[in-house]
């Protein structure tokens, strides 16, 4: 599971707003780790002031230095520490993403306001499809699992449904809210 949102990083001149994702504890794993220096957010840090940060702020702010891991970054006036870069081509969800933080320790911060908001925001899910099974048959699972879910969570599920495709690029699928 993901969602976007930014943090405030305060750098050596100041600060700058950077685009942020707040992830899951089986979010890199599901994506087979995209880590290039360091390790990716597990379940062990779910809860955790921990990120990964992106190949191009590591460059950045951090002179590309592999001392980075393990050391603190400062964002929203929160220390947290670096366990990984990510790969220069991880761009997930988009090409301005520069930090991945885990998205229970958002919610202990509450600044995962965008999870419950039923008019914009949300989260997303993403996933593999098991070997055999086909998109149709994805679609048909996705659609069941929200339907037997929208009793639990009336003014967010209404007028939505499920959209379960297929990335050609090796990005994994993605199933999410669809508004």
């Known amino acids: 599971m993901w969602g976007s ?10 600060t700058q707003t950077v685009d942020a994702t707040y992830v899951s504890a089986g979010f890199f794993s599901t994506l087979d780790q995209p ?3 360091g390790r990716a957010i597990g379940p062990a840090d779910a809860g955790a002031p921990v990120a990964v940060i992106s190949h191009r702020l590591w460059r950045r702010e951090l002179g590309a230095s592999p001392q980075a891991v393990g050391q603190p970054i400062v964002l929203n006036g929160q220390p947290y520490v670096v366990l990984g870069v990510a790969r220069p081509d991880f761009q997930f969800p988009s090409a301005r993403t520069n930090v991945w ?21 949300g989260f997303q ?55």
């Open 5 to 14: 949102g930014d943090f405030r990083l305060r750098t050596a001149d100041g």
């Open 35 to 37: 880590i290039a220096l």
């Open 101 to 121: 933080t885990p998205l229970l320790y958002a919610q202990r911060l509450g600044q995962e306001s965008w999870l419950n908001n039923p008019r914009g925001g």
């Open 125 to 179: 899910l993403i996933g593999r499809l098991r070997a055999g099974v086909s998109v149709a048959a994805a679609r048909e699972d996705a659609v069941r699992v929200a339907r037997e879910l929208a009793p639990e969570f009336p003014g967010v599920s209404e007028g939505r449904r499920p959209l379960v495709s297929t990335s050609r690029t090796g990005s994994p699928t993605r199933r999410g809210p669809r508004s």
